[in-house]
């Protein structure tokens, strides 16, 4: 069995910055993609960023030229660096992962959530 925890949300004034962090942990053998959605009230939950292992990442035009996706494969984490946040950025973040267990089993977790509200 594999899990996901984010952390790193928060209240932040427009303009500002957060990071997250989402650590997966359990009997892991390789994380091929690892991904971050968001869902904000009343909408539905929306993709925000991919990062492939040692191929490419991809966003959302909303988030294009400001958040960044990176990845440790050491410590099987990924990030989100959000800088130039909007009010319309506030939502819950979640992150997902496509994860090979050394059983030979395919898991797709999903993270508990971290919400970032931002203030204008």
């Known amino acids: 069995q594999v899990q996901l925890v984010e952390s790193g949300g928060g209240l932040v004034q427009a303009g500002g910055s957060l990071r997250l962090s989402c650590k997966a942990s359990?009997?892991?053998?390789?994380?091929?993609?690892m991904r971050w959605h968001r869902q904000a009230p009343g909408k539905q939950r929306e993709l925000v960023a991919t990062i492939r292992n040692g191929a490419g990442t991809n966003y959302a035009d909303s988030v294009k030229g400001r958040f960044t996706i990176s990845r440790d494969n050491a410590k099987n984490t990924v990030y989100l660096q959000m800088n130039s946040l909007k009010s319309e950025d506030t939502a819950v973040y979640y992150c997902?992962?496509?994860?090979?267990?050394?059983?030979?089993?395919?898991?797709?977790?999903w993270g508990q959530g971290t919400q970032v509200t931002v203030s204008s």
């Open positions: 997902n992962a496509d994860i090979f267990s050394r059983s030979g089993g395919l898991f797709q977790p």
């Open positions: 359990g009997d892991i053998y390789i994380i091929p993609t």
